[in-house]
């Protein structure tokens, strides 16, 4: 579902770095993942101006890994005066399980993204920042979600600029062809109840498998799947590299 709205208070609140990132598979010494892991970190720069642009930055890690501090941009900030937004969003099956019902609709995940794009929008003058320029950066799942992004209703007006970096919206870590089936499969894998303190029962794995599958995040590269993203990728080419699109004036 999507996240719930930030808390609010009346006295000063001590926002330090207490190393929270979300729950995944492997945790950096150093931090704490827990589920209350939507935190952002504003980096400002050394000025007394106000009104700068404003980057904002996701992570990358296959949708299933990482956080937004694994980058720390205070050179960038202090060598450009422009104000750096960095944070976490929900990964793996925490951000994208989806089984098609109101409780689980999907793409948790991509909507704390909007939430903290929101968020920006309406709090990153009381920084010094310009609210209308705004561009968002990503680099590997961060770059499929710069694209996502773009493409998404919900963020209209809520950014102006991109730059995406290393992958798309049609990469396998980005598209998930049946999510219920795929969800339902893994249930059948481990059908220990709710609160059980039996260890789950995996099945027996062919080493040599390829693909291998992370849950939720990747689609199996079927053989008929591979020209289709060639043909795909041959058209983009062709539209937007080979024939570039002019520059938009005031850009």
Known sequence: ?????????????????????????????????????????VYVPNTNKT???VMIIIHGGQFLVGYGDVTTPRQLVNSQKVIVVTFNYRLGIHGFLCLGTKDVPGNAGMKDQVALLRWVKQNIASFGGNPDEVTIVGCSAGGSSVDLLMISKLTKGLFKRVIGMSSANVGVTSVQLDPVEYARTQARRNPAPEGSTALPRWPPANANRSPCMEFGQTVELKPTVIPLRATLWDLIYALFYRNPIPPTPGF
């Open 1 to 41: 579902m999507a996240p719930l709205a930030p808390p609010t208070w009346v006295e000063p609140f001590d926002a330090i770095d207490k190393g929270i990132i979300c729950p995944q598979f492997s945790v950096p010494a150093g931090k704490t993942a827990q589920e209350d892991c939507l935190v952002a970190s």
């Open 51 to 53: 009104n700068l642009p």
